[in-house]
């Protein structure tokens, strides 16, 4: 099946802009030591530095929906450590699956704890429809290393269809983001693209 795949990434300068960076793999794959390493020249006046943010949107021959969300970030002083100490995500379960989450925490010493699965909570919103899940983190200190992802896929396209907007950039400075959307190219995406800031390089690929 031919896919279409536009990437969009936004970075800044690091030490770690080079072939081989452990912020390149996928999700949980890059060690211990590699994550701490990248993460020791971080500083912030937030308490936390975002190493890498990836936003990953692919839609099926259906036109459904999966979106993955990635993100890894350094624990700099106290102030980072409430922010960063809850994972969540919500979603519409008229149409979306439960989102699943995963996270893990690497202390200092290189220790790494897990996000247990058997602990994530689940509630309803205030107002309407929507649900939450949310998980804690716990044992995160000054010089932590939190690696977070969000998978959220649709059971059905929703009646009417749907827009997606993505908030690139977060209240703590992030240094490295990637932003994908693919398709089948039998869907004939659209592709536009407009007002995309300096340092922001996209890239179109058709692949089998």
Known sequence: MRSLQVVVLVAAATSWAHAGNPLDKPA?????????????????????????????TSYDDHGRVTRRFRFVAAITSQDGIEPWSTIWRQWAPWYEERPTLRARMIAPTGEVHELDASRIDERSAKAGSLKYVSG????????????YEMVAVDREVPTG?????????????T?????????????????????LPAGVKANHVVAQ
């Open 28 to 56: 949980f794959t890059a060690t211990p030591k590699e994550l701490l390493a990248a993460a020791k020249t971080a500083s912030s006046d937030t308490g936390a530095v975002v190493l890498r943010e990836d936003e990953d």
């Open 175 to 195: 240094t490295s983001t990637h932003v994908t959307f693919s398709a089948p190219a039998a869907l004939h995406v659209h592709l536009v693209e407009r007002g």
């Open 136 to 147: 804690a983190i716990n044992g995160l200190t000054a010089g932590s290393v939190v690696e």
């Open 161 to 173: 269809g749907r827009s997606i907007s993505l908030d690139i950039g977060n209240y703590a400075p």
